[in-house]
């Protein structure tokens, strides 16, 4: 009886022996053993699913599991990992929450918004500059040149036009707009009578004639 009993005690020891062994060598994850079944990756961004050599987030990706590629998954872990078939390894972990039982859609490739099209600013058109015009008073010029107007001793003048070909008008009054009596070329001799602040009247000997004509026109002779 004692021997029968011993006997239960050693094989008891046994089993438990084996069972913290086969506990230690799995780790601390739980385990949802299944059927070795077909699943496709899908994510939202349609990247691919990183493939990692233990079932945790870390430095141990080992490849990618393309957009709609199909994996076989093993077994499900209840950490949110899964266990597939991996070519190169044997075994590897992908996410559990990136797999998906049905194939997914293709992604519609992005097209991308067109830049819309610069519309031309109309710049407006700068009217045409038209200068406004001066208007002078030939009568206020000439008014002006009677108040300073003057008897002189009469003495003489040669005209000196601007050119030497040129010639200097005789007007019948001290302004640019007054009526031209006579024209006289350079070195012609005249008598001035009078002056007023711009202007000479002055007497042709030749003729009698007497008219304006401008100071800075004639040189004075004696």
Known sequence: MNRKL??????????????????????????????????????????????RSTPYVGDNIIGLAPYGSKLSVIRFLDNGWACIKWDRIGEAYVQSRFLQWYEPAPLSPITPTP???????????????IPTPVYTDPLADLNREFRTAR???????????????????MRW???????????????????????TQSWYQVADPSTEATGFMMKNYVVRQY
């Open 115 to 129: 830049r819309p099209t610069a519309v031309p600013t109309i710049q407006p058109t700068a009217a045409p500059y």
């Open 6 to 51: 011993l006997s239960l005690v050693l094989a008891l020891t046994l089993i438990l022996g084996l069972a913290a062994a086969f506990a230690e060598s799995v780790g601390s994850y739980t385990y949802l053993d299944q059927s070795v079944m077909t699943m496709y990756v899908y994510t939202d961004n349609g990247k691919g699913l990183n493939v």
């Open 173 to 195: 009054a001290p302004s640019k707009d007054a009526e031209v009596l006579s024209t006289y070329r350079s070195g012609a001799q005249l008598t001035v009578i009078a002056e």
């Open 151 to 169: 008897l002189v001793t009469p003495f003489v003048v040669q005209v000196r036009p601007s050119r030497a070909s040129g010639w200097v008008n």
